[in-house]
């Protein structure tokens, strides 16, 4: 496998190929695992393969890695250490998560995942259960907002903070896998949660909220107070569209910058100089804060280590619909999330480094086609950004499921030059591909059925779905590579 480099918005493997990377979330957010919840064995990886993946957002937690304090699970981290082998047979890269969400589940005394029972502070405030949806600790939950605010201060436990407690964790987990060929690199929080300041960002977005009712033109007011009436929750929820949702989120963009300046960027140069005291392989990955995901601009500035702009990092934001998690997601609105991933592509744009959607998707049920057309647009404005992406997420049986309907398409996976444009036109069953290269070289495409093509070619995997992984050699020059597809 080539190691994989980043050079200013591409990927680039060791030959210089830009490179895309398409895959799925993979968790263990269980409380107390002692191996990771799913078997990735070799079948699992030859369907991967077949159905056009070749990327896993591995997302582990710090309680199951470290349930004791300054003793880490090993037989959980030999469980880790197979998926690394195995996904290395397969050519398939593998970027190590550190997963959250609500910051913990707090010893099973509430929902959520991420820090042990021993690094959670609340200072007496008591976890609950969720009433309604599982993210409402985020909105009012003292003990999270609490635990967060702790985290952030770099409070003291037994004579370190806790963030250089975090850290050597990290530092672990490089010694341990820098010297995978499966490495990707590294995600060093999930959706990170700027705490008891969130109530300053949500007092901002009521006041965008009722600025946009009563002085949006852009807000069809009259017909979101009809469908109110009416009770025609997609026509209201189709009120608050793409044109007018970051004219809303503006007003939490200040109070947001003050965490990604103050709190975030030191968290995540910290921690990114202890991974790179003990190795330079792996591409760090910037996240942005859980409010980010609905469209508030990220305002974190690159990474740094030891003053130094990191030269191996990466963007890798999230966004679903406002209405994930509910029995309203049947009503997503792909205008919608495209606006918010258009705020990422400035922040994208602004870092001046490569991206991969590290999180969309988001449906309950791999089984359920309905929303497959809301899947195309996102799936194809990802395309149109060149970014990769990575789908929540993986239930345990998915390889053949309904969903692999979706995101199997074809794809470029190596491109000899710097790619000008690629997509896949669905309705002609089209896939092109433009690219300009300085040398001659080799470029794969990924076909998830049979085709046909005046250009000219070698087969370099089939598999039994159909599917193939495509060589076209090119030489210097302007290139068009045009598939039809069966």
Request: charge should be negative; proline fraction near 4%; charged fraction near 25%.
């Amino acid at each position: 496998m080539e190691k994989i480099l980043t050079d200013r918005l591409r990927f680039v493997d060791e030959s210089g190929r830009t490179r895309i990377f398409n895959g799925m979330n993979i968790d263990d957010k269980l409380l107390n695992s002692e191996e990771f919840r799913y078997n990735l064995d070799d079948e699992f990886f030859r369907k991967f393969r077949a159905n056009g993946l070749n990327y896993i957002r591995l997302a582990v937690t710090w309680q199951n890695l470290e349930p004791e304090m300054g003793k880490y699970n090993e037989k959980y981290l030999r469980s880790i250490d197979r998926i690394f082998e195995t996904a290395e047979k397969y050519d398939v890269y593998i970027l190590l998560d550190m997963h959250q969400d609500l910051y913990s589940n707090f010893d099973a005394k509430s929902v959520g995942d991420g820090a042990p029972g021993w690094a959670c502070i609340t200072d007496g405030a008591k976890p609950r259960m969720p009433k309604a949806v599982w993210a409402e600790g985020y909105f009012w939950g003292k003990w999270v907002h609490r635990a967060f605010d702790r985290f952030w201060e770099n409070v003291d436990i037994h004579g370190k903070g806790i963030q250089q407690r975090y850290a050597e964790l990290w530092q672990m987990l490089a010694d341990r896998y820098s010297g995978k060929p499966a490495l990707f690199g590294y995600d060093l929080m999930n959706e990170p949660f700027p705490g008891s300041d969130v109530k300053r960002m949500y007092l901002g977005l009521f006041r965008g909220a009722a600025k946009a009712f009563f002085f949006n033109k852009k807000l069809p007011s009259g017909r979101l107070v009809a469908s109110l009436l009416k009770g025609d929750t997609k026509r209201m929820l189709d009120c608050l569209g793409g044109n007018v949702i970051r004219d809303v989120m503006k007003y939490v963009d200040k109070a947001e910058a003050k965490f990604d300046i103050n709190k975030y960027s030191p968290f995540v140069n910290r921690v990114s100089t202890a991974i790179r005291d003990r190795t330079d392989e792996g591409i760090i990955m910037m996240e942005q804060s859980y409010i980010c995901n609905v469209g508030v601009k990220q305002s974190a500035p690159p990474i740094t280590v030891n003053g130094k702009r990191e030269k191996k990092q990466c963007f890798g934001p999230h966004s679903y619909d406002m209405t994930v998690d509910t029995p309203l997601y049947q009503y997503a609105n792909a205008d919608r999330v495209k606006a918010f991933f258009t705020e990422m592509r400035n922040t994208q744009l602004r870092l001046q480094v490569p991206c991969i959607v590290a999180e969309w998707g988001g449906c309950s049920d791999n089984t359920d086609t309905s929303w497959f057309p809301h899947a195309f647009e996102l799936l194809d404005f990802f395309d149109e950004m060149q970014w990769g992406q990575a789908y929540w997420d993986y239930h345990g049986d998915d390889m053949d499921a309904p969903l692999m309907e979706m995101l199997r398409r074809p794809h470029p996976v190596a491109v000899a030059g710097e790619i000008k444009q690629y997509g896949y036109d669905r309705n002609n069953n089209v896939f092109t591909l433009s690219f300009s290269a300085e040398k001659s070289g080799e470029s794969i495409v990924y076909v998830h059925r049979a085709f046909e093509t005046d250009a000219d070619f070698s087969v370099i995997e089939k598999y039994d779905n159909g599917a193939a992984l495509l060589s076209f050699k090119t030489e210097p020059g302007e290139h068009t590579i045009k598939i039809n597809l069966a």
